[in-house]
């Protein structure tokens, strides 16, 4: 089975890894459209538009699910690309529930790009799960693209984490959702400047399992075979940029055992 994972850029690939690590017999065929990045600051008929092409392709590839690993596509464009397949479609929200759970302060951070950040799905989200919380709603306009241009960005992503971490220590935040696939990347930056006692809650292993649920329902005989098997699944890496982004790509995986097949496509 070969299930489609697309964001952006690079930031997906923090769902593939666990995808990989929990079901390494699927195949897995990683979408990332470079040359439309970021997502955050482009308007939700831009995204909706880019993601009917990406399903397309993915159709054609012969996936038998998409994952929208990216949380700006999915609060704004999700629900157009549902109705243009009849695949599964999974998709990244914001993880606020598990935030509000673990808070032990009740206050919380919620990190993400701007479109995310003034999205409605957010704010409803938020009002469903808060309850006496208080809730930064924090965003930036160049983390997520910065992330991508790795290991060049280094000194300003770590620059931009560390403002955004000063930020939260001020306001006392206990806990914080990455609410942009590409932030988990660059975790242990988070956790250098906030230190161990604040919470970090990002959706790669409830994204996974509502994948593997969501397979079972709809080829049940298929993920029956996955379970017991022995086999390693291809990881393909496409970019819309060129391939040496796709090439760029490369260096998140973690799986470098894995055969890793890399190209560029336009659309
Ligand atoms: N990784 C994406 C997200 O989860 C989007 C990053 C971007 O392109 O702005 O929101």
């Known amino acids: 089975m070969k299930i489609g994972v697309l964001?952006?850029?690079?930031?997906?690939?923090?769902?593939?890894?666990?995808?990989?690590?929990?079901?390494?017999?699927?195949?897995?065929?990683?979408?990332?459209?470079?040359?439309?990045?970021?997502?955050?600051?482009?308007?939700?008929?831009?995204?909706?538009?880019?993601l009917i092409k990406i399903g397309e392709f993915l159709e054609k590839q012969g996936v038998n699910a998409i994952v929208v690993a990216c949380n700006t596509a999915t609060v704004v464009a999700i629900d157009v690309l549902r109705a243009h397949t009849h695949l599964p479609v999974i998709g990244v929200e914001p993880a606020?529930?598990?935030?509000?759970?673990?808070?032990?302060k009740r206050h919380v951070a919620v990190l993400a790009t701007p479109l995310t950040a003034q999205s409605h799905r957010l704010k409803e989200l938020i009002e469903l799960w808060r309850s006496d919380s208080q809730v930064q709603i924090m965003s930036s306009p160049t983390l997520a693209f910065e992330i991508d241009q790795w290991p060049a960005s280094e000194v300003v992503v770590d620059k931009?984490?560390?403002?955004?971490?000063?930020?939260?220590?001020?306001a006392e935040v206990d806990t914080l959702?990455?609410?942009?696939?590409?932030?988990?990347?660059?975790?242990?930056?988070?956790?250098?400047?906030?230190?161990?006692?604040?919470?970090?809650?990002?959706?790669?292993?409830?994204v996974t399992a509502q994948l593997y649920r969501r397979l079972q329902?709809?080829?049940?005989?298929?993920?029956?075979?996955?379970?017991?098997?022995?086999?390693?699944?291809?990881?393909?890496?496409?970019?819309?940029?060129?391939?040496?982004?796709a090439q760029s790509l490369r260096c998140w995986v973690e799986d470098q055992t894995a055969p890793i097949d890399v190209r560029s496509v336009s659309l």
Do not use: W
């Open 160 to 170: 931009l984490v560390k403002e955004l971490c000063q930020h939260m220590l001020e």
């Open 177 to 206: 959702v990455l609410a942009c696939t590409h932030y988990p990347l660059v975790k242990q930056i988070f956790i250098q400047y906030l230190g161990e006692n604040c919470e970090i809650i990002e959706p790669s292993e409830g």
């Open 96 to 104: 606020v529930k598990p935030a509000f759970r673990v808070s032990k």
């Open 217 to 245: 329902e709809a080829y049940p005989y298929e993920v029956q075979g996955l379970a017991g098997s022995e086999h390693r699944g291809s990881i393909e890496l496409v970019s819309t940029k060129d391939i040496v982004k």
């Open 7 to 50: 964001d952006s850029g690079a930031g997906g690939l923090t769902i593939l890894n666990v995808i990989r690590k929990k079901v390494p017999a699927l195949d897995l065929l990683y979408f990332a459209d470079s040359a439309f990045a970021p997502y955050g600051e482009k308007s939700p008929e831009q995204i909706q538009s880019r």
